[in-house]
């Protein structure tokens, strides 16, 4: 579905469209993304949502979530039990997505740069760090700077194409914009998106996940953070082989086999260049931690060896 369709569909009337768009906002909050305690941090006028899980005494896990118009840290779902059995997780909702805070400005790479190196700086001790999608590159970036234990990515990139400011305005706008943002996140648009882009297999996509990304996707403000990605505001200007190489600490790519976005040949690609290990999961998109959980978990057991396992 083209963004030129989706406007003839809703520039019918201001007042209906705004209408329609009322009728399909959330009037409730999504309820916890993730097992553990949820609780706040305060960052740059953010009210940051992140889960805790595991014991405190343990090796620091952070899970950092991608970006897309539906994102959370949902997204870890799957493994947050298993890991939280060795280490201490830390799993924030990114500003202007999930339970943290989505005021009205503009949404760039610098924010998300700073925001990713504050709370693996900050909240975290020496942590480990998951990252996935173009969150991976703000936390190669980070991880550059700020001391952690280890890093892995999972099918993590830099460019999303050139930047479509036009994009990024229609977005915004209150009400056409909201009505096209609406469309895209409807579960109809949601269910295309995951079986076309983010999964392998449809059959793999956990139950409740579409359903809590409907939710989730019709707070207010919701389209204001995935605006700025549509838009390619929120690439970072950096080269992820270079950020890669940077990293002082050992670097673990896992790649779904069949990724669409960001195919396999990237991965190979950018291991070879940057020198760091390819794990690849059979069967599996671009978010081979959702799709296929337990395997990512054994995965990871391989990339972060200096843990300590309880």
Known sequence: MTLRRLLAGVAGGT????????????????????????????WRGFDVSYTTAGDPDDPDLVLLHGVHAAASSRAFAGVVDTLAE??????????????????????????????????????????????????????????????????????????TGQRRPAVRRLLRTPVVGTAVFNALVSRRGLRCF???????????????????????????????????????????????????????????LVWGREARITPLADGRALADAADVRLTVLDDAGAVPHVEHPASFCDALGAALPQLEHH
């Open 86 to 159: 060795d280490y201490h997780v830390l799993a924030p909702d990114l500003p202007g997505f999930g339970h943290t805070d989505r005021p009205s400005i503009a949404y760039t790479s610098a924010l998300y740069e700073a925001f990713v190196a504050s709370f693996i700086g900050d909240v975290a001790d020496d942590p480990a760090v998951v990252a996935s999608s173009l969150t991976g590159a703000w936390a190669a970036m980070a991880a550059a700077d700020t001391s952690v234990s280890a890093l892995a990515l999972v099918c993590p990139i830099a460019d």
């Open 15 to 42: 007042a209906a469209t705004a209408a329609a768009n009322r009728l399909v906002r959330a009037d409730e909050q999504p309820p916890d993304p993730l097992p553990g305690t949820r609780t706040t941090t305060r």
């Open 194 to 252: 995951t079986n076309r882009h983010a999964f392998y297999q449809s059959a793999n996509v956990p139950a409740g996940l579409l359903d809590y990304q409907h939710r989730t996707s019709h707070q207010p403000n919701a389209r204001l953070a995935p605006a700025s990605f549509a838009g390619g505001m929120l690439d970072p200007a950096v080269d992820l082989v270079d950020a890669v190489q940077s990293v002082p600490a050992p670097v673990t």
